[in-house]
């Protein structure tokens, strides 16, 4: 048989979600692409590997017997390419990460400054939700994540490296704007704009209200903490975000927090990777300057002024 590996790396993502849309995600590969790499490893072997469930494929019993192989060609394939790197020390060698999307507020800068000190070190980046941020880590296909949430149901270890406080938002001519210490209980009242499922913010705001015997009224739901912010503008409710996305707006008084009870939410950003992971020199070499420097250099505006 002739199988490539690049045609087993697809299979495996695919298999691994159930889906190619995104495995080719995943792989930043068009969707054809994959099932193109897909088609020709079935035809090679002379089985279908997958069937599909309504919107989902699932693997057939040959698939489910080529996944079992691929999982350890891979496996196998990323601990040699961990020695390599490690060979190749922290002045060269390539280093993956993935971040939150609320991370990426800061994480560009820290990117900034560390590729200055080691311009030879390759460095990939991917901005994601906490779903996908887990499943990288589950699926050792990342060096390093920034999040808010470190994963309950895979083993890591995480650093908590820097605040990242949560607030309460509203438009500058909200009522509620100005007044002092609001009894948590007043946003019974309100509609709140929610991120999605599967956003750390989304975890940790339902986490903060359900703890309390708080129930919020949720309103519209959006992807992106810009579509929140405009939401928020627009009157569509109040919201909780990280401190780290509205730098711009506080300043120019487009967006105000509230001085609700509890809030700040005071919460950390971690650095993450998969318990046992060994680290390539690049990769330590992050690890350091993030323990030791992301809080100088991208630490939220002051919390007092909020
Ligand atoms: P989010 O992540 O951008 O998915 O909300 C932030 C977090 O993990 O706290």
Not at 142 to 151: H, K, Q, S, Y
Request: glycine share 6%.
């Amino acid at each position: 048989m002739h199988l490539s590996l690049r045609q087993l790396r697809v299979f495996e993502a695919v298999a691994r979600h159930n889906s190619y849309t995104r495995a080719a995600a995943e792989l930043h590969l068009s969707q054809p692409a994959a099932s193109m790499q897909v088609r020709q490893l079935e035809d090679e072997i002379g089985l279908p590997l997958f069937e599909r469930l309504g919107k989902q494929v699932v693997l057939t019993e040959a698939g489910r017997e080529v996944f079992q192989s691929s999982r350890l060609i891979n496996q196998s394939l990323r601990e040699m390419q961990e020695v390599l790197e490690s060979l190749k020390g922290v002045s060269r060698g390539s280093l993956r990460i993935a971040v939150a999307s609320t991370v990426n507020y800061f994480a560009p800068r820290l990117l900034a400054i560390f590729q200055q000190r080691h311009p030879k070190i390759g460095l990939r980046l991917d901005v994601t939700n906490r779903e996908s941020l887990v499943q990288m880590l589950d699926s050792n296909s990342v060096d390093l994540v920034l999040m808010g949430v470190p994963p309950r149901n895979v083993e890591v270890e995480s650093e908590a490296f820097m605040d990242n406080p949560l607030v309460i938002i509203a438009p500058p001519d909200h009522p509620l704007a100005g007044e002092r210490t609001i009894p948590l209980a007043r946003l019974a009242e309100e509609t709140f704009v929610m991120r999605e499922e599967g956003s750390g913010t989304r975890q940790a705001m339902e986490r903060f209200f359900s703890e309390r015997g708080q129930t919020i009224r949720h309103g519209m739901q959006m992807t992106r903490n810009e579509a929140v912010k405009q939401a928020v503008r627009s009157g569509l409710g109040l919201s909780v975000v990280s401190l780290h996305t509205i730098e711009l707006e506080l300043e120019t008084r487009r967006l105000v927090t509230l001085d609700v009870e509890g809030f700040p939410d005071r919460r950390q950003w971690y650095l993450v990777y998969r318990r046992g992971k060994r680290l390539s020199p690049a990769a330590s070499a992050f690890r350091d300057f993030v323990l030791t420097e992301a809080a100088v250099i991208a630490a939220p505006a002051n919390l007092d002024a909020v």
